[in-house]
């Protein structure tokens, strides 16, 4: 039986999809003879859409994946391959999470080939945190693997965001996509710079004003105003003028609008055929021009903000020789750095936003901002440094007789961590034990059974750890009586805890845990 172990990966719903397959050839088909017959109009967009939708469902409906002793095979409405066992190197899960709070997630089965290459299969496909049908489906195809191939990992490889393993062509696009909206609003900068010089210095037409010159100087015009429409404050509201002069309507904000009144004596000027100011007894609005440290600040903006996904593929970068489920460290120092620069960098574009500032008082303020970026950029470059557990030097133990609250997390429900219950470990004064709380005290403590625990390695993070652990965390995996359990916390602390262990009874070696 163990030799005739196949398995076969078809799509759910297989009435449905074939039913918009259907639903998308028809649409299509009517829309092209109306187009034929009658040009092109709304049905032609009705019928690209169902078309499309036929085509991702017939997509979907003709995927398959096969896997027996010979090895893996599926095929898809355009690619059709295999690939022996002894050609995979591994059988991995792709997960991505579509709502965090309520724990759901996006699973895909994933092979890596020997030659590097990797390949993303259509199904299964599971969209629920307990999916049984794609655990066996998974379970049945790393069996296969492991009876037929060479598996390269003991364990299940788990890819998601946090992993090393996650692709960074998205990140390069979304960093280049960023920084070309910084250049189009930087490009905007000059001409707004001109602009906001020449409304400044404009002056009221006279009657020597040449007519050809109209344009560029200030006309003052009387008007009345006939009804006023104060419309929600995101859709535009309007001033309307009596017998249309000097113009129909003006479009103002809505707090503009709601404090004139219909009858209102105002004042128009114009400028370069627009109106720019309605003054009247109660009330003057008018036009925000753009000013070029308006648009510096976009630019710089964009730049700043293209500067986190950068800063995330560099930190791919550094995990290159990571596995692929190791979990790499979090970008957010990255981003602090990008916020400490903000606060200096967009008010000197602001009040400088054309050229460089010449004053000492501004330059020593560039000067004292540039050095803060710098360190803040150390400080995350540090930070974000990929710690491997090594041969490090063990961390002193506590104090007899002095408690310290470790943050550390057991992650398998025992008896000493029911439902995970556990947030610190306490030593020092008494014996190792689990608590709910950093402490002081052993209220609702649950002593560790350190004399049935054996350290069997210490690792980093791997994405089939979840992602309730943060990432600078090391793993301690201890055999408790047979059954795996992972303990969690910081590097340092891990020692610390993992060496108190020894102390206290458990037959541990810690030469793996770095201080």
Known sequence: MAHTL?????????????????????????????????GPGPGLGIGLLLAAVGIVSLHRVTAEVKADA???????LLHRRSVPWHDIADVRVH???????????????????RDGRRWLLPLPRS???????????????????????????????????????????????????????????????PDAASNEREWESAAPCTAATPATEHPECLTTLPAVIVRTDANRPKQSSW???????????VAVPHQDAQAFRSGDSVELTIWRGKVREVAGRRHVWREHMPAAGEAAVIAAAFAL?????????????????LADDEVLPSALPCGGALVGTALWLLPLCYLHPTAPPTDPGTVAWAAAGVSATLALIIRAWRATGVRQPGNGVAGEAGERGREVHLAARFLEHTDYNPHGFGTHIVLGDGPPAVTPHPGPGRFAARR????????????????????????????????????????????????????????????????????
Do not use: M
Not at 142 to 155: D, E, I, K, V, Y
């Open 70 to 76: 010979r090895g893996l095979r599926y095929r898809t």
């Open 239 to 249: 001033l309307y003028f009596a017998a249309n002069r000097p113009v129909r309507r």
């Open 448 to 515: 560790i059974p350190v004399e049935r625990l054996t350290v069997k390695d210490v690792r980093r993070i791997r994405g089939s750890d979840g992602d309730t652990v943060p990432r600078s965390w090391h793993i301690a995996e201890l055999d408790d009586s047979g059954e795996t359990v992972r303990l969690a916390a910081a590097p340092t602390d891990l020692t610390r805890i993992v060496h108190e262990l020894g102390a206290a009874g458990t037959p541990v070696d810690a030469s793996n845990c770095e201080a």
């Open 127 to 189: 969209w629920s945190l307990h999916d049984p049908v794609f655990d066996a489906k998974l379970d049945a195809l790393r069996t296969l693997h492991r009876r037929h191939g060479a598996p390269a990992s003991a364990h299940l490889p788990v890819i998601s965001s946090r992993t090393a393993g996650r692709g960074w062509a998205g990140l390069l696009g979304l960093c280049a996509l960023l920084l070309a909206c910084a250049a189009v609003a930087a490009w905007f900068v």
């Open 95 to 113: 997960l991505k999470y579509t709502h965090t709070s309520r724990g759901e997630e996006a699973r895909r089965v994933s092979v890596l080939l």
């Open 305 to 321: 903000a293209a500067g986190y996904p950068g800063a995330q593929s560099l930190l791919r970068l550094r995990g290159r020789r």
């Open 6 to 38: 196949e398995v076969t990966c078809r799509p759910s719903w297989k009435r449905t999809l074939w039913f918009f397959v259907g639903l998308g050839t028809v649409g299509a088909g009517l829309a092209a003879v109306r187009t034929a017959y009658c």
